[in-house]
């Protein structure tokens, strides 16, 4: 299986880039295809420019200027995305990605009616997710509603996916965890991967 691990964190030596390299690791191990794509080291821009913004619902959205990374995320049977939680969001740079990415053409299509989104990520089998919070679970998904699983798995897996298996797996409380919490966190992504 060909997967596509995207990283979305400006520091090399942050917990979430122990995340992704142990995902590298265990997927390795199990014999899959990884394709790793730390968005801060490839210096990736997240703006999206005007002309991909007036092209998008035209029927000729231009992506060229990200086909690179547009023909990585079309090539992929699985995509797990590593991130830390900001003010209960997406870090800004993989938001740019999934703006400038996750395009007409490219994840999905506009239906006939104009209105319906029709997948196109045929290949995509898994989407899955491992991020941290500062915040306690109960603040994430009792207070906040837990915006960013529905944001992931409803607004993004769901129209750009058919039958898509979505899992995102979260330490909550990151700033006052234990090294034991952590080493413990890292090895379920191992476990969890290796039944990938």
């Known amino acids: 299986m060909r997967v596509l691990v995207v990283l979305a964190h400006p520091l090399g030596e942050s917990f979430a880039a122990s995340v992704a390299r142990t995902s590298v690791a265990a997927l390795e191990d199990r014999g899959h295809e990884v394709d790793f794509l730390d968005l801060y080291a490839e210096n990736f821009d997240p703006r999206l420019t005007a002309a991909e913004r007036a092209g998008y619902m035209s029927g000729n959205h231009d992506v060229s200027a990200v086909s690179a990374y547009t023909r990585r995320l079309e090539a992929a049977d699985a995509l797990i995305l590593v991130f830390p939680q900001w003010w209960f969001n997406l870090p800004a740079i993989l938001k740019g990605f999934i ?55 409803r607004g993004i897996a769901a129209f750009c996916g058919r039958r898509v298996d979505f899992r995102m797996t979260c330490l909550h409380d990151m700033d006052n965890s234990s090294a034991e919490k952590r080493r413990g966190f890292l090895a379920r992504i191992g476990r969890d991967l290796g039944k990938l």
Not at 113 to 127: A, C, Q, S, W, Y
């Open 99 to 153: 703006d400038r990415v996750f395009t007409p053409g490219v994840a999905f299509d506009y239906a006939a009616d104009g209105i319906r989104l029709e997948p196109k990520l045929d290949r995509l089998r898994h989407f899955w997710v491992f991020s941290t919070t500062g915040s306690p679970w109960w603040v994430v998904k009792f207070y906040m509603g837990d915006p960013v699983r529905r944001q992931l798995k």
